[in-house]
Structures are given as structure tokens and as C-alpha cells.
């Protein structure tokens, strides 16, 4: 199977969203029904009848075509400043124009047309809202990279060190259980470990922090987005209580107010130099910095790293006993990003996962102007301020680009082919090939993130020659002999 053209490394406008040559115009298939009426049965189909996966699934087969339009969450009954309308875009070729900021503008649109309150991020619209074109966009940008650049000194050590007492942690409720439950605790590590590496922060400093900051920032991410995630309550008190209206912030204002003042007192490094060097008034510094803390690092590595574990405590093909054996034979005696850069097993387990099951399943963008998109069958004409929605579940699973797309498959990102694939690995806001700047979107911890996964994969594989369990449990450890 040969794969559409890929681009240089460093691009993230690739040529598949260049325009298209030779493609028939056709008409973008699909409808947003009557008003009001229309956003609310998508809806109900979206969260209740059908789930994201099947609700896109359905409508792609339904016309015929990887484009279309639909609405998405959320809408009716008191979102009435939100516009559900989309363009979905559910193929790599289409999905790919997503990247190409001449385009698409980047405003507003993390969640869609929905924006949460800013009083959530402290009256202030943080980096991640920002379009390219914004002024502010850079300075915040350059910050985070700027965080990530410092922490690598102290990075591996404090995840080891914070490992060791998660596990510690693990077994001793083991050894009294036949079962444990690790969200917590995996949940407590991260934010122990990224207020230190991110902040330089110390939360044994602040008791209160120490104990409960992992549950303060969980219930502020959950206000935000409350309005556009299902979380599995019983049907219709879902769509009647968490979907029909946004929860005000002053419900968490209290749990922020606390994260704040312990970012603000223990992280004035930190924030001295968004202030100094990068021109953030003290406000945005710390808001940006929060954010990054909560939102990208905390919020993201909570949603991926239990499906990560699953796929290798679950496993009953002899996965883990190959990925224990290049976690040991490789990398040296002391784990770091260079070593975890030898484990190719390794790291193809973590793109696999990622590639399943991004953190973030949807990404927008609103086109700048009046454009041509182009799928691999057809052209669509796009007019400006429409919303293009891709669901990235479906998007990197496209069988012209994955072999066998639906499938787990550890070793896919293992070969030459392998490595090419990763042209069209797209979790992060663009290609994990693709280079973060000041210039696009994409997730200035892409690198981070995966090497840091390896790291975790190579630690647990090293300090125990059997994980038994799921994404929510452990059943069963055995420590290396």
C-alpha cells in the first residue's frame, strides 16, 4: 500500500491540503436540520442514541463521504450564542488542512464553537485560545516551550523518584487487596511530578495542595468541558443536567483560588520569567502557567496514560514479555530520554496508543477565507467562518494510510514504513513529525509527552517482570527477580 505524499519534517501545512488537481466539485453532502430542532436530535444521537464514534461512523456511511456537514455539541436549549454547525472532516487528506494556518484561524475553537467562561483561567484568554495572529499567541508559546527547555534537567529524575512512591503505594494496597485501583494514585504522581518539573513547586509545602491538588484541578477541568464530554451517567439525567447548560465557575472558584496562590508563591521563578523575558503581564504568566499545569499536562496525561497500561497489563499475546525484554536490553543502565530513543518497541506502543485513543478527539478550525478542501475522491467548496470538525479517532484510522486501522498493533511504527506513518500520527494538533513554534499550534510537549510515556512503560517493565490488570486496576505484580 503506497501512502498519500508527506511533507518535509518541519511543515505542518502538508501537501494533502494543498489544493486539488483533477478532483470532481462536489456539493459538501449532509444537513443541519431545522433549527433549534436539528443541533438537538444531532445532539441526543451524538451523547445518548449512538456515542462520538458511531455518531460520525454513521453519517460518513450515510453519505458516502469522508466530509460533511453535522452539528456537534453543544446546543439547545441554552447555548444559544453557540453555532453547532460544522464541517466534518473525517479522512487524513481533508483532515490535514487543519494544519494549514493560511486557511484555518485558530480563535476560539478549542472546544469548538464553545468557549468556556474566562473566568475560568482568571479573566484572561489564555495561549491555547489564541490564533496564531494574535500578538499574545507568541509570548505565550515561547513561554511554554521555555518551561519544557528548563525542566529537562530535573525531568527524568523527578519521575522516577515520584514512580517509585506511586508503586510503593500500588503494592502496599495489594498486598492487603486482590485488586487497586491506580487512577489516584496515578493521578496523584502526575501532579506531585509536574508541579515540580513545570512549576518548581513543592507540594508538600502546602498540606492541603499535597492532598487534594489533583481532585481541585479535576473539578475545574470538569466545569469547563462538562457541556461537551459524556461521563456514562444513567440517561437522560446526562442530557438534562450536564449537557443542556454550562456550570458557572464560581462552583470551583475556590479550588482554583487555592492552585493559584500555591502556583503564584512556589513558582515565582518561573513566573519572573514570563514576565521578564517573554513581556506576560504577572497575571497572564500565571494563568498561562496553570493552564499548561492543568489543562495540557495534568488533564492530558490522565486521559492517555490508563489506556497506555491497558494495553500492556491486559495483554495475553506475549507483548509485555517483548517490551520487558528491550526495556532490559537496551538503553543502559539508567533510564533518560536518549535510552527510551533506543526502545523502538516501546515507543510504537505508545504512537499505537496515542493513534487509538488521542486525548484530545476532536480538533476545529475556522477557514479564513473562501476555500477548495479536498478528500481523496472529490473537492468541497468552504466558505469563510464555516467550522471544519475533525474527530481524530476515525481520522487515524483512515484505511488508505493505517493497514489493518481498526487493530492494535504494537510494532506498526517499528519499520521504515512504520516511521513514515508517523507523518499522519496527528494527536497533538499536527504530525509527530511536525516541529511546535511560535507559528502554529501544535502542542509545544509533543516530544515530551511521548518520551515521557516511554520512560513510564520502561520503568514499570524494569521494576516488575509481570503487570496484571486494566485501565482503571492492578490485579496482580510481580517484582524482578
Not at 31 to 52: A, E, M, N, T
Not at 125 to 136: A, F, K, L, N, S
Not at 165 to 193: G, H, R, V
Not at 442 to 454: E, S
Amino acid at each position: 500500500m503506497s501512502l498519500p505524499p508527506v511533507p518535509p519534517p518541519s511543515s505542518l501545512a502538508t501537501p494533502l491540503a494543498s489544493p486539488p488537481t483533477e478532483l470532481p466539485v462536489r456539493q459538501i453532502p449532509g444537513s443541519y436540520g431545522w433549527p433549534l430542532l436539528g443541533p438537538l436530535s444531532d445532539r441526543l444521537d451524538y451523547f445518548w442514541f449512538q456515542k462520538p464514534e458511531s455518531f460520525f461512523r454513521n453519517r460518513m456511511e450515510k453519505y458516502k463521504s469522508s466530509v460533511f456537514r453535522t452539528n456537534v455539541p453543544p446546543s439547545f436549549p441554552f447555548f444559544m450564542n453557540v453555532n453547532p454547525n460544522v464541517i466534518a472532516v473525517l479522512d487524513c487528506k481533508s483532515f490535514s488542512h487543519l494544519f494549514d494556518l493560511d486557511l484555518v484561524d485558530k480563535k476560539d475553537v478549542l472546544v469548538g464553537d464553545f468557549v468556556p467562561s474566562v473566568a475560568f483561567t482568571g479573566n484572561i484568554r489564555v495561549g491555547v485560545y489564541q490564533d496564531i495572529t494574535e500578538p499574545q499567541h507568541s509570548k505565550a508559546k515561547k513561554f511554554s516551550m521555555d518551561i519544557l527547555k528548563r525542566s529537562s534537567g530535573i525531568w527524568v529524575s523527578e519521575l522516577v523518584s515520584n514512580l517509585d512512591k506511586m508503586c510503593d503505594n500500588i503494592e502496599a494496597t495489594l498486598s492487603k487487596s486482590t485488586s487497586a485501583s491506580y487512577l489516584f494514585p496515578l493521578q496523584q504522581f502526575l501532579f506531585t511530578f509536574l508541579c515540580k518539573v513545570l512549576v518548581g513547586a513543592d507540594t508538600s509545602r502546602d498540606p492541603k495542595i499535597a492532598e487534594s491538588g489533583f481532585a481541585m484541578l479535576n473539578r475545574w477541568l470538569a466545569l469547563q468541558l462538562l457541556p461537551t464530554v459524556s461521563i456514562g451517567v444513567l440517561q437522560p439525567l446526562e442530557e438534562i443536567f450536564l449537557h443542556s447548560f454550562t456550570y458557572p465557575f464560581f462552583l470551583v472558584s475556590g479550588d482554583y483560588n487555592n492552585i493559584y496562590n500555591f502556583v503564584k508563591q512556589e513558582g515565582k521563578e518561573v513566573i519572573k520569567r514570563g514576565v521578564i523575558e517573554f513581556g506576560l503581564s504577572e497575571e497572564e504568566a500565571i494563568h498561562n502557567l496553570l493552564f499548561v499545569l492543568g489543562f495540557n499536562a495534568f488533564g492530558g496525561f490522565s486521559i492517555f496514560l490508563p489506556g497506555l497500561i491497558d494495553n500492556i497489563a491486559s495483554d495475553s499475546t506475549g507483548l509485555q514479555e517483548r517490551l520487558r525484554k528491550e526495556a532490559r536490553e537496551k538503553g543502559g543502565s539508567t533510564l533518560g530520554f536518549d535510552s527510551v530513543k533506543e526502545m523502538d518497541l516501546i515507543q510504537s506502543v505508545v504512537y499505537e496508543t496515542l493513534r487509538l485513543n488521542p486525548p484530545v478527539p476532536l480538533q476545529y478550525g475556522r477557514a479564513r477565507k473562501d476555500f477548495r478542501l479536498s478528500s481523496y475522491d472529490s473537492a468541497f467548496q468552504v466558505k469563510k467562518g464555516e467550522l471544519l470538525c475533525g474527530y481524530q479517532k476515525l481520522v487515524m484510522r483512515d484505511p488508505v494510510v493505517f493497514e489493518e486501522p481498526e487493530s492494535f498493533k504494537p510494532d506498526r511504527f517499528t519499520t521504515e514504513k512504520g516511521a513514515q506513518l508517523l507523518d499522519y500520527l496527528y494527536w497533538s494538533n499536527g504530525p509527530q513529525t511536525g516541529t511546535p513554534s511560535v507559528s502554529n499550534k501544535q502542542c509545544a510537549g509533543k516530544d515530551v509527552v511521548t518520551l515521557t510515556a516511554a520512560l513510564i512503560v520502561a520503568y514499570l517493565l524494569r521494576r516488575y517482570d509481570s503487570i496484571k490488570g486494566d485501565a482503571t486496576s492492578i490485579t496482580a505484580l510481580q517484582k524482578a527477580k
